[in-house]
């Protein structure tokens, strides 16, 4: 069984809830008090042992790219100055070793179109996606590392999942639970609260097997007349190939102006900043 390596970065969304100031800037750029969301996300796919991040990208995410990118002005600037850390800091952004990958994703046709655009550089393996969207606290190595671990135990697609009650619930791919402890017999996106099949809902931090890609490729647009990742890993939950980690940890919303503060005071208050 390969390891998993590879991490996919979906970033190509515009951010439309935090304009203007996502006009010119990627939202995933935005910080939480002085690290942006996309280093977070970094970061733990880079704690899990993943060495090659593949970012898929659009209009106006060049920045992106700039940000993991080595700037050799602004660290010279630093150490003349004195300011030794800080030009440290910017030079180690990402450990040597680690490889970013850009693709440009043309057009936005869903999660599972943006997924598939990272095709080639995957190649035949299994990999990890990450939504820098969902800004995680947890314990231990991260949750990226409890999905690594628990597919070098199984083989299957994993998904990390959390408990949602009430009418929250049809905000999210939701688990239909399979027979044994952990497995999943099914995957619906957002349900309406009365038709969802549990209380556990998917959120953004998934490793995949390989064969996702073919099963993206056939599949007809779902919900938003979008290719959802959702449904292609329904295909294989069908077939029995997936499994569900419960999160260890605390989940923020980050594509919501309301979670993005809340995830700001946490970390604010847990850094003893307030």
């Known amino acids: ?37 996309i280093q977070y996300a970094a970061e733990e796919a880079i704690a899990a042992g993943i060495d090659t991040l593949i970012f898929v990208t659009g209009r106006n995410k060049r920045a992106i790219e700039d940000h993991f990118d080595s700037n050799q002005e602004l660290e010279a600037a630093l150490r003349a100055k004195g300011k030794i850390e800080q030009a440290d800091m910017v030079h180690s952004i990402l450990p040597q070793g680690v490889e970013c990958i850009f693709v440009r994703q043309p057009e936005q046709l869903g999660l599972g179109h943006a997924v598939l655009c990272a095709e080639r550089a995957v190649g035949d393996e299994p ?10 606290t947890y314990e231990g190595a991260g949750v990226t590392a409890d999905l690594v671990k628990s597919y070098q135990a199984l083989g ?7 408990e949602v009650n009430g009418p929250d619930i049809s905000k999210y791919g939701v688990v239909e639970p399979g027979a044994a402890a952990g497995s999943v017999a099914g995957l619906v996106e957002k349900p309406a609260f009365e038709q969802a099949p549990s209380s556990l809902a998917s959120i953004g ?27 292609a890993i329904n295909t294989q939950a069908a077939a029995g190939q997936v499994e569900a980690v419960t999160l ?20 604010a208050q847990r850094d003893g900043l307030v």
């Open 1 to 37: 069984m390969k390891p998993v390596r590879k991490a996919v970065f979906p970033v190509a969304g515009f951010g439309t809830r935090f304009l203007p100031a996502t006009k010119a800037m990627p939202k995933e750029l935005l910080p939480i008090v002085d690290k942006p969301l």
């Open 127 to 136: 990999f990890a996606v990450l939504l820098a969207d969902d800004f995680l």
């Open 156 to 162: 299957r697609t994993q998904l990390s999942v959390m």
């Open 205 to 231: 931090r998934y490793v995949l097997t390989p064969d996702i890609f073919e099963i993206l490729r056939g599949q007809a647009p779902g919900a938003g007349g979008e290719i959802q990742l959702a449904d």
């Open 248 to 267: 260890n940890g605390q989940r923020f919303d980050c594509g919501s102006v309301k979670g993005f503060l809340q995830a700001i005071m946490h970390v």
